[in-house]
């Protein structure tokens, strides 16, 4: 009963944060469109501008909030009886959309920038952002060469669960504080009259956005490295068998009534070999935050 009623409060702990974090990420989609549209012009496709607002928009949309759901993923309790496969397509295809709409952001960046004879790449913002993209489509690719397509071995996924895991997370917090320098970059730039240091409404308005930004990170992070809310291996794993064979090789003692005992305790020992087998492949794929 108290196992039970702990397994109840953390469920519920769960769905508060989850709730927490979609609200605020939605929140933080929606100030940004506020921003541009209030305050910045609109958006556009012309070299002008409002060209350049699909920046913000667009990494805060994709590379933000949907690259952390796509983190998540995996914890959602409803999708623990799903398809392990389902789940990385899930997970696999939400990165994906994040990755384009990252691209089409730094796209838009430079078109803007070229048209308007600025520099590119000089600035911090710019050299960690560009550096994040890269990294991220890196971990995008490999991701998909090793924990979706079923090439790799079982040894090499499971050397390179960790380091995926961490480079996935570095790479998520690395992204909020690269939004961080470019909003504050974008209203040293852009406020003149008055200026950010006179906190006009502009700059209070895209403030909270930053704070909401980091509220949205620090939920996901959160709730990502808590080891209680991962995906039980055991609810999808099953025996590796050959087609048409029971699970546990029952059927394959029913037909050996009259071998030895030996005989049948080698097979309950093949048997549970090939169970923790598919338990180590099942734990080396089916947990990934590219």
Avoid at 245 to 253: K, N, S, V, Y
Wanted: overall charge positive; some cysteine; hydrophobic content about 50%.
């Amino acid at each position: 009963a108290v196992l039970g009623a702990r397994k109840m409060e953390d469920y519920g702990r769960f769905l508060a944060l989850l709730g927490s974090a979609l609200l605020v990420g939605f929140v933080s989609v929606v100030f940004s469109l506020v921003w541009v549209f209030h305050y910045r012009e609109g958006l556009s496709w012309d070299g002008s501008p409002r060209e350049f607002n699909w920046h913000p928009v667009l990494i805060i949309t994709g590379f933000v909030f949907i690259q952390g759901i796509a983190i998540i993923v995996y914890r959602l309790p409803w999708t623990w009886k799903c398809s392990k496969l389902l789940m990385k397509f899930i997970h696999a295809g939400l990165n994906t959309i994040a990755m384009i709409l990252a691209i089409v952001s730094m796209v838009a960046v430079f078109e803007f920038h070229n048209a308007r004879n600025i520099p590119n790449m000089y600035s911090l913002h710019s050299w960690i952002g560009l550096t994040a993209v890269i990294f991220y489509s890196l971990q995008l690719v490999l991701g998909f060469a090793v924990f979706l397509l079923p090439f790799a071995p079982v040894p090499l996924r499971a050397a390179l669960m960790p380091i995926h895991i961490y480079s996935g997370l570095t790479i998520f917090a690395t992204v909020i504080a690269t939004a961080l320098m470019g909003i504050t970059e974008k209203l040293i730039f852009s406020l003149k009259n008055p200026a950010y240091s006179a906190s006009p409404p502009e700059a209070t308005f895209v403030n909270c956005l930053g704070l909401l930004l980091v509220i949205f990170g620090a939920l996901i992070l959160w709730m990502a490295s808590r080891s209680h809310w991962k995906r039980p291996p055991e609810e999808n794993a099953k025996v590796l068998q050959p087609i048409g064979g029971t699970p546990e090789g029952t059927e394959a003692e029913s037909t050996m009534t009259d071998g030895s005992n030996a005989d049948k305790a080698d097979l309950r020992i093949n048997s549970e070999a090939a169970r923790k087998q598919n338990l180590k492949l099942d734990e080396a794929g089916q947990r990934s935050t590219m």
